[in-house]
């Protein structure tokens, strides 16, 4: 199948799995500093920007989990997609676009109010599936970001837990950005609190956090998936005429 993406070379390869096997390593050390198994974490490889051939190069080494962001993008690329990866999506979802990738994907990462989980819910109806979901939470309160503040989280897990054909099986952050290893820390222990509280509501087993910058502070504080973009596969290119793709 001839593609529109740009061809990637046998160098960017080998860069690509020379950071994987870093990147494996240095869960694996964070894992075993915090008493963890290093087979409790799942390492997403986020794909925005980048060209399926190289998306292709880390699922036959193993990463078994894409994340994907834009939902354009997303169908522009799938049909490139070795299979062996499930995908799951991560980006702010509106609610008219729902129906266009949830038979597509495992679980939506991105669940943050009430009108988005009933749209959840009703396509998911509609396709007779049940729809497993994150509920995104805005932990630094920033307000230029998606998510449902830390104090509103259980509000809104009580409602969605009453919506047909939708499962909450965890929570997603995407956390301020920092370098300061205190400030990273503290706000991925506030994110593992509000997990365990969330826990005795209903059974949940997936903490989404954690990205190139900080995964393994996350994986200290009890991550059971990452998701790394830039870190796996080189720094994004956004070329202003490509923006979609
Ligand atoms: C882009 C993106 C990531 C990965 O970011 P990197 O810093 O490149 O690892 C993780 N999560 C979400 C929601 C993203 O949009």
Do not use: W
């Amino acid at each position: 199948m001839e593609t529109e993406f740009a061809v990637c070379t046998q160098e960017q390869i080998d860069a690509m799995l020379q950071r994987l096997q870093t990147i494996r390593r240095n869960i694996a050390e964070a894992c075993n500093e915090a008493g963890r198994s290093a087979d409790e974490v799942t390492l997403m490889a986020v794909t925005k920007t980048v060209a399926p051939d190289l998306i292709n190069a880390a699922v036959d080494a193993g990463v078994n989990v894409l994340g994907e962001n834009r939902v354009q993008e997303f169908l522009s690329k799938k049909d490139f997609y070795r299979p062996g990866a499930e995908v799951q999506f991560i980006g702010h979802l509106q609610t008219n676009k729902v129906k266009q990738i949830i038979d597509k994907v495992t679980l939506i990462h991105s669940v943050d109010s009430v009108h988005l989980a009933e749209a959840v819910s009703k396509a998911a109806q509609q396709q007779g599936i049940t729809m497993p979901v994150l509920l995104e939470v805005n932990i630094g309160g920033e307000i230029s970001k998606s998510g449902t503040a830390p104090e509103a989280v259980r509000t809104l897990l009580e409602h969605v837990l009453t919506l047909p054909n939708i499962r909450v099986d965890g929570l997603m952050t995407i956390p301020p950005p920092t370098t300061d290893a205190a400030e990273q820390d503290a706000v991925f222990a506030r994110m593992q609190e509000i997990y365990q509280e969330m826990q005795k509501i209903t059974p949940m087993h997936v903490l989404s956090m954690g990205m190139s910058g900080d995964y393994a502070a996350a994986v200290r504080r009890g991550a059971t998936l990452v998701r790394i973009g830039s870190g796996l596969f080189g720094a994004r290119l956004y070329p202003p005429q490509n923006s979609v793709v």
